[in-house]
């Protein structure tokens, strides 16, 4: 691009964001698509945005398919909404095979929503990517969060290694079960009691309810104690019945972040941990970049030898990283 050409771009998205946080929605929802689509404007974008964060509230919401996370989600807006706080709702879905897209319409099972100038409500496909899904939601939840949101609920579809790693971007963790879910052995395999902050057992009028809430507070019972206590809730939120005492066990959630000293040094680790992850998605993106701009330049044996099996990738990566020059015409400054 020529420096004219970049110095537009630079202008118009300057402008988007101004726009943004202004709090116009047509703007956010334009960010958000550079950002699901990891344009190349993100860096200039996120980094103008950073100063404007860090008040909203993230909750996580994740469980097995069917729980009735979306119904939590929408209940616990509802909730929200009366008490007058901006909410952000960032709903994770799956993607069509054929044209990417998210298939699980959130916004039409949260239309009573929609038109709620205080909610925003953006579905963000998986695209059978796993890396940089939790890039993007982070960026989405950075963008509520400059937008002036109160808090922002992530909704995931499933409970794989995807969606864990989704969770740990969020403040309070909500897990949702139903009684078909299993027993607490179950919920312990999946990995869950590591990142849950509230249990919710939806559902509470089916048969087993009961037992998987005593059998999860059981089981927390044998955590070492001292820190927060994580509660379990029954709810049936078909019926908005439980929602009240979620929204009560989140907020008592915020206050006890707010007075953990081992909160500060988590976030310090969270912030490092981001630095990787820009660094990596940078670095990816220059190199494939420049070897499609530039072809492979000097690199085109060793390129054919990895491709040929001959040599392996790391043999291959350490060669190319103890090659200054090689390095620079891939790494180096953009101009």
Known sequence: M??????????RTEALVERMLARDRTALARLMTLVENRAPELPAIMSRVYGHTGRAHVVGITGPPGAGKSTIADGLTACLRAAERRVGIVA?????????????????????????????????????????????????????????????LVETVGVGQTELDVMRLADTVVVVLVPEAGDAVQVMKAGLLEIADVFVVNKADREGAERMH????????????????????????????????????????????AS???????????????????LDEELRRRVAQRLAAHGSDGLAP??????????????????????????????GREE
């Open 260 to 278: 953990d000293p081992e909160h500060a040094g988590r976030e310090r680790a969270r912030r490092e941990g981001e630095l990787l992850d820009v």
């Open 2 to 11: 020529s420096r004219g050409g970049q110095r537009v771009t630079e202008d």
């Open 92 to 152: 994770v879905d799956p993607s069509s095979p054929f044209s990417g897209g998210a298939v699980l319409g959130d916004r039409i099972r949260m239309q009573a929503h929609f038109l709620d100038p205080g909610v925003f409500i953006r579905s963000l496909s998986t695209r059978g990517s796993h890396g940089g899904l939790a890039r993007a939601t982070r960026d989405m939840i950075r963008l509520l969060d400059a937008f002036g949101v109160d808090a922002v």
């Open 214 to 257: 005593s059998e999860l507070v059981q089981m927390l019972h044998l955590r070492p104690s001292g820190g927060w206590t994580i509660p379990v809730l029954l709810t049936q939120a078909s019926a908005s019945t439980g929602l009240d005492a979620v929204r009560d066990a989140i907020e008592t959630h915020r206050a006890f972040l």
């Open 302 to 331: 060793l390129l054919d030898a990895v491709r040929a099996g001959t040599v392996d990738p790391y043999t291959a990566a350490l060669r190319i990283l103890e090659d200054a020059p090689t390095l620079e015409r891939l790494i």
